[in-house]
């Protein structure tokens, strides 16, 4: 079955520490993974996916094969990061036929 | 440019009644998508337009939901009748043809339906 989970509901860091968000995913094939990201009050966004092996807003994601993993990284975390993250793998239907992990809400404090 | 527009932000209805939502993708995207998030669940993928027609209607939960895209412009997702399981948000999302291999779909701010 194609799956993603992301174990965390909410993280909370301080500002200035390390953030991972963690994602695992179950696909039998070649996985394409992605980051999507909302921040408050705005809509939902991609962030960055795995193909194109990415920094933005200093975050990074490597592809784990061997772990099933996408987990997503930042070595500062910034007040303006918090906000809801979902992880997301393209299944087997039809381009843009995500699925969706159940999110992880990242909250940096001062 | 203005984004993905849905309408209405927010219904509420009581159960076996009928509601219609609407979605304006970009201008110029011809991929159009259904997305829903019930509490507590995932975001879901519902369908895929291409233009006017279905690609992939495989996350369609039942015949109670209709979707309809006359035309390739805007897109309609009816319900009918509503149960109280239908609650949630719906997402709608759209897409260029070149920006499928990035994974980028361009989402609207949702539109919430509560079934009483």
């Known amino acids: 079955a194609q799956r993603v989970t992301q174990p965390e509901k909410l993280l909370s860091v301080f500002k200035g520490a390390p953030v991972e968000l963690k994602c695992n995913y179950s696909?039998?094939?070649?996985?394409?993974l992605f980051w999507y990201v909302q921040y408050s009050r705005q809509r939902l966004q991609l962030l960055l996916r795995?193909?194109s092996r990415e920094s933005i807003k200093g975050f990074t994601a490597d592809l784990n094969k061997g772990e099933t993993s996408f987990h997503l990284k930042k070595p500062f975390a910034q007040e303006e990061d918090s906000a809801m993250y979902y992880c997301?793998?393209?299944?087997?239907?039809?381009?843009?036929?995500?699925?969706f992990g159940k999110g992880t809400k990242l909250s940096v404090k001062p | 440019e203005a984004g993905v527009t849905q309408f209405p932000s927010h219904s509420v209805i009581e159960k076996g009644q009928t509601v219609t939502l609407r979605c304006d993708p970009i201008?110029?995207?011809?991929?159009l998508y259904w997305y829903r998030r019930v509490m507590g669940k995932e975001i879901k993928f519902l369908l895929h337009?291409?233009?006017?027609?279905?690609?992939?209607e495989s996350g369609m939960p039942n015949n109670r939901f209709l979707a309809e895209r006359t035309g390739g412009t805007y897109s309609t997702l009816k319900v009918q009748p509503a149960e109280l399981e239908d609650s949630g948000v719906y997402f709608c999302?759209?897409?260029?043809?070149?920006?499928?291999?990035?994974?980028?779909?361009?989402f609207g701010e949702g539109s919430r339906l509560t079934v009483l």
């Open positions: 999302a759209s897409s260029q043809v070149r920006s499928l291999n990035t994974g980028e779909l361009f």
């Open positions: 696909y039998s094939g070649s996985p394409e």
């Open positions: 795995h193909i």
């Open positions: 997301a793998l393209k299944g087997g239907g039809s381009q843009g036929n995500l699925i």
């Open positions: 201008s110029g995207h011809d991929n």
């Open positions: 337009f291409v233009k006017e027609s279905k690609q992939d």
